[in-house]
């Protein structure tokens, strides 16, 4: 799946955890984190920290790769596809 903003990678995360029928708490409690974290996670991604990511995707037995954008902007200039 192709993740290009914070609310479609909470979206995911969110469906990931309820197909594994994980509760918000649940899941805070695997990796130490409060219940509100995670639904403020899911609700409002934007101003969250990259340790609660990381968390999250830990407690769903996810991982998270980076790779090169197949681009069609030659010149590498940022055009706002995010």
Known sequence: MKITDPK??????RNER????LSQAKV????????GTVSKFESAPDKMQLDTLFRLLSA????LYV????SKNKN???TEDW
Do not use: M
């Open 18 to 21: 309820k197909t594994l029928g």
């Open 60 to 63: 769903l037995e996810l991982e």
């Open 8 to 13: 479609t990678l909470s979206n995911y995360l």
């Open 76 to 78: 590498n200039k940022w």
């Open 28 to 35: 805070a409690d695997l990796v130490g984190l409060r219940q």
């Open 67 to 70: 790779r090169p954008k197949e």
